[in-house]
């Protein structure tokens, strides 16, 4: 199980709707494919998403760093010393993504060389997941017409809406419609990506209180310590820390200051080993988590459904399973599919993700 190769393949692959929020847009899935080759004819996969605008990478960047800084560092290692791979990848600083991903791939070789599923290893609560879909800014008749298509299409009933433009009416506007159009049954929360001020932020969740929201996320920057700390202890729901808290102290630090009172946690920024340090921190704190996404392909959603699901407090509320809807294409040689709102994890050892040879060819940029 010696790792004898890592590759960073980038690729890009077109969104027929792009997604719109506060800090960014996504109109091309410029995304890396990563891939440990062992000894022994094993073959972990992943993919690490660059979110410029949240952590600072690019797909040119994820493809130096692995290339360059990790992989001579991991060639020689087993899937087995992930502590020490770990230890390896801190003297880093940054660069989420890229580890994550070299993380993932490794349990998808552990998984495959024990013969079982890597949802199973991590925990095996369940198989499945309700899924959340986010949607993006747009009119809000356009913002209602995707909830009711996502709806009618895939069964989901549970919506994340982008919200955090100026000025803030037209936000309280589009949740309100989403709710009337929707009706009570489904839920409905809101991610500002820290585009308000903490005084708009409280504005917006005394001018939505009747909505029924069922949570408010990163509504103002996690840096104004003070307004954020106003805010969220004015906050009548749980308040989610996505970008601002992501590693373990980062959690710790921002739930204890009152910054935050619940956590999103996303396996394309922490893996599944940084997510499990994360997940028991937030069990540990009495803490609810969201399983969140990074704007993924199928291949980082098959990571995040099979985390999610392996855990009884990632499995609670619906994950955020579904942005690859938007893709005009993917890699994966056998589709996602999302049925009655929820998605399962892939059966079969490791994590069931079969690369389309085609497909690879058609949208690598490397070659
Ligand atoms: C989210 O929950 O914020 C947008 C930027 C990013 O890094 O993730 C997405 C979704
Ligand atoms: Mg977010």
Known sequence: MKIAAVEAIPFAIPYTKPLAFASGEVHTADHVLVRIHTDDGLTGTAE??????????????????????????????????????????????????AKAALDMALWDILGQSAGLPVSGLLGG???????????GFAPADAMVAEAERIRDTYGVTT???????????????????????????VELYIDGNRGWSASDAARVLEETADLGLLFAEELCPADDVLGRRRLVARSPLPFIADESATRPAEVTRELLGGSATAISIKTARTGFTGSQRV????????????????IDGQIGTLCSVAFGAAHRSS??????LSNFLDMADDLLAEPL?????????????????????????????DR
């Open 48 to 97: 690490a998403p660059p979110r410029p605008y949240t952590y600072g990478e690019t797909q040119e960047s994820i493809v130096a760093v692995i290339g360059k800084v990790f992989a001579p560092q991991l060639l020689g290692r087993t899937a087995l010393d992930r502590e020490a791979v770990h230890a390896v990848l801190e003297r880093t600083v940054g660069n989420p993504a």
């Open 337 to 365: 599919t999302i049925e009655s709102g929820t998605l399962r994890v892939r059966e079969g050892a490791g994590l069931g993700i079969d690369i389309d040879p085609g497909k690879l060819a058609r949208y690598r940029q």
């Open 159 to 185: 919506f994340k809406v982008k919200v955090g433009r100026e000025p803030y009416g037209q936000d309280v506007a589009a949740c309100r419609a989403l709710r009337e159009a929707l009706g009570p049954a």
């Open 279 to 294: 997940l028991h921190l937030c069990e540990g704190l009495g803490t609810e988590v969201v399983m969140g996404n990074q």
């Open 125 to 135: 609560y369940t198989d499945r997941m309700r899924v959340s879909h986010m949607v």
């Open 315 to 320: 499995s609670r509320y619906a994950g955020e």
